[in-house]
């Protein structure tokens, strides 16, 4: 069984997708999955399910929900659910390398480590596969309760500082040229990210197009004094001006 999250929520049983008949249903699965390994009580998974509008019978109903889903989950010949009634709610245990988050966290994490080793190509291939599990909008037909809303302001995070250090990694290497697509692709996601502007104009630079590079900063405080009223902050200012005095400091130092 494989659960993934970094995208639309998904179950795959060998080859078979497996439909979930109710968005309750998904709600609940996206819930536990969220908190593997933890006990989610019945009250949470309540609020989660119907927010703060619960039906009077609201209990009852999540009780035929996790029946439901336990006999889903439990198909394909398997012995038990991978749910687990835990006072005061239920638990739901993942086995080994059968929730892609957990891959995601496990990557990072080994991303991070080789970043403060300066282990750069390591850093790269890391996140670079890390990035790939994503599959789209996380959760983003399920995003009614607290729980999952949290979990996803979270997850995006975690995937801009993923981007940032993959980026880091690759200018530290001298490889600019190859991530200036992959950078014009971060700022039209994320336009009010200053970081991956800064990037972008020192990979621009380091690839001998530093009227492109100046361009970027032009972008970048036209956005931000449309969309916030501010100007630029200290970093993307002083790279500005590394620029147009041609820093060496800006010049290329390829990791060893």
């Given at each position: 069984m494989r659960y993934e999250i970094l995208g639309p929520l998904r179950v795959v049983d060998g080859d078979d997708v497996l439909t979930i008949s109710a968005h309750k249903m998904e709600v609940l699965l996206a819930t536990l999955l969220i908190r593997s390994g933890q006990v989610v009580s019945l009250d949470q998974l309540i609020t989660e399910i119907w927010n703060h509008d619960p039906p009077k019978r609201a209990t009852a109903a999540l009780y035929v929900y996790v029946s439901q889903l336990r006999k889903l989950l439990s198909g394909g010949g398997r012995a038990t659910s991978p749910i687990r009634t835990r006072t005061p709610g239920y638990q739901l245990c993942p086995g080994d390398d059968e929730l892609d988050l957990e891959q995601f966290q496990d990557l990072v994490n080994a991303g991070r480590q080789a970043t403060r080793a300066g282990r750069h190509e390591q850093a790269v291939a890391a996140y670079r596969e890390a990035l790939g599990l994503w599959r789209g909008p996380v959760l983003s037909e399920l995003r009614d309760g607290p729980i999952v809303t949290g979990f996803v302001s979270w997850l995006e995070e975690v995937r801009l500082e993923c981007s940032e250090k993959l980026v880091e990694s690759s200018l530290a290497l001298g490889w600019h040229r190859e991530v200036v697509g992959f950078l014009y692709a971060q700022i039209t996601e994320h336009p009010l990210h200053e970081a991956f502007y800064r990037q972008l104009m020192q990979a621009l630079y380091r690839s001998e197009r530093r009227a492109d590079a100046l361009n970027v900063?032009?972008?970048a405080r036209t956005t931000l004094r449309e969309q916030l009223g501010l100007e630029p902050g200290r970093a993307l200012r002083e790279t500005q001006q590394s620029i147009l005095?041609?820093?060496?400091?800006?010049?290329?130092?390829?990791?060893v």
């Open positions: 900063y032009q972008i005095v041609a820093d060496e400091r800006l010049d290329v130092r390829t990791a």
